[in-house]
């Protein structure tokens, strides 16, 4: 088991920047996938961010180039920096981590970006 806790959502302007931090309540030392997925109202949950296995980090299409995720390995937790945020960008942002023994969210955190 491992808890995920999210944290560094706000209200920001279009344009602006904000980097949310998911910390895991243990060391992970090998997984398939830490990463990030967000949910507006009314759509469904979608994948943001991701670094899989090995190292390589995927990007949604929409936020590629303006979004950048890392892991601090000592520190068990997960970064999504984003920059030049868009009213688009709003949405409840979950972290994910797919471990072999199985797959674990945080709470969320909410991110609200006014135009």
């Known amino acids: 088991q491992v808890q995920l806790v999210e944290s560094g959502g706000g209200l920001v302007q279009a344009g602006e920047s904000l980097r949310l931090s998911c910390a895991a309540s243990r060391m992970i030392f090998s997984f398939n996938s830490m990463g990030w997925y967000r949910q507006a109202p009314g759509k469904q949950r979608d994948l943001v961010a991701a670094?899989?296995?090995?190292?390589?980090?995927n990007y949604a299409d929409s936020v590629q180039g303006r979004f950048t995720i890392s892991r601090d390995f000592a520190k068990s937790t997960v970064y999504l920096q984003m920059n030049s945020l868009k009213p688009e960008d709003t949405a409840v942002y979950y972290c994910?981590?797919?471990?072999?023994?199985?797959?674990?969210w945080g709470q969320g955190t909410q991110v609200t970006v006014s135009s």
């Open positions: 994910n981590v797919d471990l072999n023994v199985g797959v674990f």
């Open positions: 670094i899989i296995s090995g190292g390589r980090a």
